[in-house]
């Protein structure tokens, strides 16, 4: 369960950090952004983990027919599930991780970001040249029920402003995934990529329609 800080509280935490110009009625909305941006960084966490926490045999099975693939594997197990179906056969569903610690590194640009930020000097319109204006680093335990194992892994959080809402709501982008810190973590962001892109371009969705 998250334990999210009271206004008074991250109010003094930015007095502490010495940010004084902050007006103190305003410390309400910034608490709710906050919250907002942790909520949809965990939920891509927890999506990341569904796929690759049984290991990357399992993960190549839920990457290879892209993301919205993926989407449809989850609704229909999520169907049998509802109406109690036992015919259908899957695996060990996997289990939710559990964040250890987290720590911000809004001065330490990862590589990507750094990527980004010369690739829109090449190509403005497709990629930013906005830095992220903050960066996280989030550890959590991997749980596989199939071999009873936990480990800890790290995941790497980029946060981007867009450009807000036509009703003056801002807009945020979070770019979630698996720091590099070895080869499985390469080959999970690796195959999520490569799997979307590969289906989308192969015609994937088409064959499928055709086999039918």
Known sequence: NWEYPSPQQMYNAMLRKGYTDTPEDAVESMVAVHNFLNEGAWA?????ERRFSRGLLEG???CRRGEQGFLEQQQQQQ?????NNTNTTTTTPPQTPRLLRFQGRPNDPTPKALLISHLSRFSPTKYTS???FDRH???IQRRNPQHNTAQERRYVIDYYSGPP???GEPVFYLDVRP???GPVAACERLMRWGGDVWWRASGGRAREVVEV
Request: charged content about 30%; overall charge negative.
């Open 79 to 83: 169907n049998d599930k509802n109406n």
């Open 137 to 139: 680093d989030w550890y």
């Open 130 to 132: 906005d830095p992220p």
């Open 60 to 62: 190549w099975r839920a």
């Open 165 to 167: 809402e036509p009703t």
């Open 179 to 181: 720091a590099v810190d």
């Open 44 to 48: 891509e966490i927890v999506g990341w």
